[in-house]
């Protein structure tokens, strides 16, 4: 289907070619294949040749609509910077920036920032916890 004729073959049922719609898109999404997410491979380049590409990039304004609580943010940017810096491994993703908002307004904050902690690596916790001490003003 992605190849130029836009049509497969079932060789494995009967032979019968079926030809995609003319309006027929293929829609697809993918981790990066580097270093942000274990389990990623270099994607096939005769799969990518078949591809427009859009990179899509942390969007601090995106982020900072859809998760209003400006702890969070200061979090977040102390917590990239200490990514892209080498010092943590563990991405600082949109999910898991919600993932804490959700569980502030399930739990409360200190537990909400427990299970935050427990997140990341054993060795990237200290890290963490001094991130949120600067932010919230408090240690767990």
Known sequence: LLDDDRQICLTQLDGR??????????I??????????????????????????????????????????????ELKNMLRTAFYNGDIQTPISFRLLQNLKDNIELFGLETALRLFINRFEEHEREKVKEAIRLVYGFEL
């Open 28 to 73: 697809a999404t993918m981790n990066p294949s580097n270093h942000l997410y274990e389990g990623t491979e270099k994607l096939n380049e005769a799969l990518k040749d078949r591809f427009v590409i859009v990179e899509l990039v942390n969007n601090d304004e995106a982020e900072r609509e859809l998760i209003d609580d400006e702890k969070i943010h």
């Open 17 to 26: 070619i079926i030809k995609a719609h003319p309006d027929f898109w293929i």
